[in-house]
T-cell receptor
Framework: GEQVEQLPSSLIVQEGASVLINCSYTDSASVYFPWYKQEPGKRLQFIIDIRSNMERKQNQRLTLLFDKKTKHLSLHITATQPGDSAIYFC?????????????FGKGTSLVVHP | EAAVTQSPRSKVAVTGGKVTLSCHQTNNHDYMYWYRQDTGHGLRLIHYSYVADSTEKGDIPDGYKASRPSQENFSLILELASLSQTAVYFCASTSGVSQNTLYFGAGTRLSVL
């Protein structure tokens, strides 16, 4: 089955820094890649997604890059704030229908110090 | 916003006992999922369902059963709880039609002693 790997497992930065979270997957049939954020003690919440027919997507301070050839994604967060402190999860799936079985990476813990 | 409610929020169970975790969603979503979260393992899929009265095995189904009696409700059942099942359990749902983002519940922290 699909396997999703995230690196690094943790990041500690000062407020204002930019960070990069990398994600790779194994199943070439995966077509949809949403990312989620989990603040301490809270539920996971969707933050950004990309489909396999795209190379780049931006949402305010978040930029998601996708390379289908290398099966690699990277999430770039600019101008980090303490409120960005959370665990970030990459996920991959084949799409809708009975096969919709999202697989998650192990997460990247981000701590932003003021 | 999608509403997914889990109960209980936390539970202490004894080894060998039966545990039922419940999930209720009010957004007319067809797909529902149970994941467990462990430190160092991220989220792993236990069972899922895309229609009432039917469930599918996820990646780690051993030791768990699931029940989907209606579109709104999805339960996870541990018939004989074991120490290794101590974890945080998350329920999630999605429409599975166009935008397939998951809406998560707040989680259930289960401790098996």
């Amino acid at each position: 089955g699909e396997q999703v790997e995230q690196l690094p497992s943790s990041l500690i930065v000062q407020e204002g820094a930019s960070v990069l979270i990398n994600c790779s997957y194994t199943d070439s049939a995966s077509v949809y890649f949403p990312w989620y954020k989990q603040e301490p003690g809270k539920r996971l919440q969707f933050i950004i997604d990309i489909r396999s027919n795209m190379e780049r997507k931006q949402n305010q301070r978040l930029t998601l890059l996708f390379d289908k050839k290398t099966k690699h994604l990277s999430l770039h967060i600019t101008a980090t704030q303490p409120g960005d402190s959370a665990i970030y999860f990459c996920s991959a799936s084949r799409g809708s229908g009975g096969n919709y079985k999202p697989t998650f990476g192990k997460g990247t813990s981000l701590v932003v110090h003021p | 916003e999608a509403a997914v409610t889990q109960s209980p929020r936390s539970k202490v169970a004894v080894t060998g006992g039966k545990v039922t975790l419940s999930c209720h969603q009010t957004n007319n979503h067809d797909y529902m999922y149970w994941y467990r979260q462990d430190t160092g393992h991220g989220l792993r899929l236990i069972h899922y369902s895309y229609v009432a009265d039917s469930t599918e095995k996820g990646d780690i189904p051993d030791g768990y059963k699931a029940s989907r009696p209606s579109q709104e409700n999805f339960s996870l059942i541990l018939e004989l709880a074991s120490l290794s099942q101590t974890a945080v359990y998350f329920c999630a749902s999605t429409s599975g039609v166009s935008q397939n983002t998951l809406y998560f519940g707040a989680g259930t922290r289960l401790s098996v002693l």
